[in-house]
């Protein structure tokens, strides 16, 4: 009489099960990745953005870099889309919205910002970018076929129309008294 | 000076700072064009009536020019309601005491015969007395004091919108509108700085008040049932300050536009009516062209829009000069960065068409808890067909009878042209999520006929009435304020005399209108041949 055999812990994977887990496995690495090129760190706002209402150090370096591309400074009106003044109103704005429109209109300034995973695999997210890069990336957004795409690349145009261009001396400098000289 | 209907009598309303309970005849639930005169008649019938608004009254010194500002202000849900669907579309509303006539362009069409002919087919015969109707249609007009606007006050815009359509021999015409004492700031639409429009807060409710009708601001209705209406106060901050309950013995009436009147009766599940209530949502939406000069085109202030085309009325469709508002251009152009500073830097140059669609394709309403209306709209073929002809129609006015350098289009992605045949490639079986739409005048969502009574009584919600622009049967084709302010008016008549009120005429001569200081401000004076 023999004494039975060790019970064998030994797992024996098929072939398929591999595979399975291999794939599952970079996905999950592919995943953190990408995921951890789009970690960015975001500089507080300058002493004079310190009166801010809403709009988080996040979102106010999105909408700077965005409204810098959209309305470079150097241009033939006043300011331009990505200082100061523009990202009060921008904050205004926000503060103004309804508590349910606000929370979904949060969305946007992320869409772009993290927007370049989709576009790009690997890529930076946007603030990062390099900058023709991010003009390549932004060029996407005012080309895309896609129509949701352009649905959001319109709604950031219209922010920066609510914005921008609310400016009392962007408005007199286009030749467009302030009505009735009252402040804003 | 002072007169009859427009005097401005501060604390005719009323803002509650905490939890109120309240008891009367009919309670009514918003004040715009609808429920205005609907307070007028039924408190001049002799009910004891009070009117719920959830905004504040606003004088003109208190609007602020600033557009963000107020939309966030006067328009509901901040200006960002949409109704989602192919293509999205804004739907906009005015939350304020005068409701959308505050922050309209005092636009005044009268509702076409043809039209009337219409609805009184669709809702069974409630509109079959036409005499009447139109009787009621020239009171409301005199009461609200709609003329013509003088060339004097077309704006730069307007007049090279008109001198466009002169050029193709196109038929055109100046708008009617409801502005006697305009000064032509081009302002209407953030609320008139100058009391120059005889919106309904400032000719039509000032009368009910003195009739006995009580008005409350700061209403914000959520739930109604028959002889009852709860909700919460809120401030001006929006901030709820306390809740409130109204106990009306003879009827409700819900007079709070197309979108929040049947969102009401569906969250209040108070519509039974074979699910009409909230179907047959027609929006009215309009597609508009910016067209760029070489040339000033906005060197002359003017009212906000003074000028339309109907040369394709046959075809549902108006053409309405737009105010020139860079903020707006923006957007509906093809450029960014150095591009945008090239054109939109030159924010003068521009004029604009809204292509007006008589739309045919219901959308709907549905119940939502949330904060926001839940719409639902597709744009139809033909209705799509109609908006690409009207689009091409209006780069033909702007490229060949105005000689424009180029035009953008109301379509996501879509490059600027110069030549019409551009405009025909672009538009050429465009997709229908990627026009872009945007509609000021939703209507038609709870209609007579089909899911209410010839008085505006839900079908199926006893004592519960729908009265404003929902009651429309079908979509008028005109900016509809005026219509929607006598088919108001003769719902309400039937209504008071079902309750037993005894109708007062609606026209009751003298003076108009008159406010203290109307039309003279910040340096803009009336013109020297103001009447």
């Not at chain 1, 024996?12 to 595979?19: D, G, N």
């Not at chain 2, 209040?268 to 699910?275: D, F, K, N, V």
């Not at chain 2, 809204?354 to 309403?365: A, K, L, Q, T």
């Not at chain 2, 009878?401 to 996501?412: D, K, S």
């Amino acid at each position: 009489m023999t004494d039975a055999p060790p019970p064998d812990d030994t797992i024996v994977l098929s072939r398929r099960a591999v595979l399975v887990l291999g794939a599952a496995a970079t996905g999950v690495l592919a995943a953190a990745y990408a995921g951890l090129r789009q970690v960015g760190s975001y500089p507080e706002p300058p002493p004079t953005l310190t009166d801010l209402r809403v709009l988080t150090d996040k979102e106010v370096a999105i909408f700077r870099r965005l409204g810098d591309f959209l309305l470079p400074p150097g241009g033939p009106l006043p300011g331009s889309g990505g200082d100061d003044e523009t990202i009060r109103r921008m904050d205004l704005f926000y503060a103004g919205m309804p508590d349910h429109k606000r929370q979904l209109s949060r969305g946007l300034p992320l869409a772009f910002e993290h927007g370049t995973t989709l576009d790009r695999f690997g890529a930076r997210c946007m603030t990062a970018m390099p900058e023709e890069r991010c003009v390549d990336y932004l060029e996407s957004w005012a080309d895309a076929k896609i129509i949701v795409k352009s649905q959001l690349w319109t709604a950031l145009k219209t922010f920066y129309g609510m914005t921008y261009f609310e400016r009392p001396e962007v408005l007199a400098a286009m030749g467009f008294a302030v009505p009735c000289g009252r402040p804003t | 000076m002072t007169g009859r209907l427009g005097v401005l009598e501060a604390g005719w309303w009323g803002e509650r700072s905490g939890s109120f309970t309240e008891s009367c005849d009919v309670v009514i639930v918003g004040s715009g064009a609808g429920g205005a005169f609907v307070a007028l008649t039924l408190a001049e019938a002799g009910l004891d009536v009070l009117l719920l608004e959830e905004g504040f009254h606003h004088g003109a010194d208190t609007f602020s020019p600033d557009t963000s500002t107020s939309i966030e202000q006067l328009f509901q849900e901040g200006g960002l309601r949409t109704a989602l669907g192919r293509p999205p579309m804004p739907v906009a509303g005015g939350k304020a005491l005068g409701g959308s006539t505050v922050i309209n362009s005092a636009i005044s069409f009268r509702t076409p015969e043809d039209v009337l002919a219409e609805w009184n087919e669709v809702s069974g015969g409630a509109f079959e007395d036409a005499e009447h109707y139109y009787r009621t249609m020239d009171a409301v007009e005199a009461i609200v004091s709609v003329g013509v606007t003088p060339d004097r006050l077309l704006s730069g815009y307007d007049r090279v919108h008109k001198e466009a359509a002169n050029a193709l021999g196109w038929s055109n015409h100046n708008f009617r509108r409801n502005t006697p004492r305009c000064a032509g700031c081009g302002r209407c639409n953030n609320g008139c700085p100058v009391h120059g429009k005889a919106s309904v807060d400032v000719a039509v409710l000032p009368r009910a008040a003195r009739a006995g009708c009580r008005v409350i601001t700061g209403a914000s209705v959520l739930n109604v049932a028959p002889n009852r209406v709860e909700g919460v106060v809120v401030g001006r901050d929006r901030a709820e300050l306390g809740t409130f309950t109204v106990d009306a013995k003879q009827a409700v009436v819900l007079s709070a536009g197309a979108v929040a009147s049947p969102r009401l009766l569906l969250n209040s599940e108070l519509a039974p009516g074979g699910g009409e209530v909230g179907a047959g949502l027609l929006v009215h939406p309009v597609f508009t062209l910016y067209s760029f000069f070489e040339e000033l085109v906005v060197a002359a202030p003017g009212s906000s829009q003074g000028h339309y085309v109907d040369e394709f009325a046959a075809d549902r469709m108006l053409f309405e000069s737009n105010p020139t508002i860079p903020g707006a251009i923006f957007p509906g152009t093809p450029w960014w960065g150095k591009d945008a500073w090239n054109y939109i830097g030159k924010g003068s140059n521009w004029a604009s068409t809204g292509v007006m669609v008589r739309d045919e394709s219901p959308g709907r309403i549905s119940a939502s808890s949330g904060a926001g209306a839940k719409i639902e709209y597709d744009i139809g073929a033909a209705d799509r067909d109609r908006a690409i002809l009207g689009m091409t129609r209006a780069a033909e006015m702007w490229l060949q009878g105005a000689e424009a350098t180029l035009v953008t289009l109301n379509v996501y992605g879509a490059p600027a042209c110069s030549t019409v045949d551009e405009v025909r490639a672009v538009l050429k079986d465009v997709p229908f999520g990627r026009l872009i739409g945007y509609s000021s005048h939703p209507q038609a969502s709870c209609s007579v006929g089909r899911a209410c009574r010839p008085d505006g009584e839900v079908i199926g919600a006893d004592g519960v009435y729908v009265i404003d622009a929902s009651s429309l049967p079908l979509n008028v084709g005109r900016n509809p304020q005026i219509s929607v302010m006598t088919v108001a008016r003769v719902l309400a008549e039937r209504l008071a005399t079902k309750l037993g009120g005894s109708v007062q005429p609606l026209w009751q001569g003298g003076e108009l209108y008159s406010v203290p200081q109307a039309g003279v401000a910040c340096g803009l004076t009336l013109p020297a041949d103001a009447p």
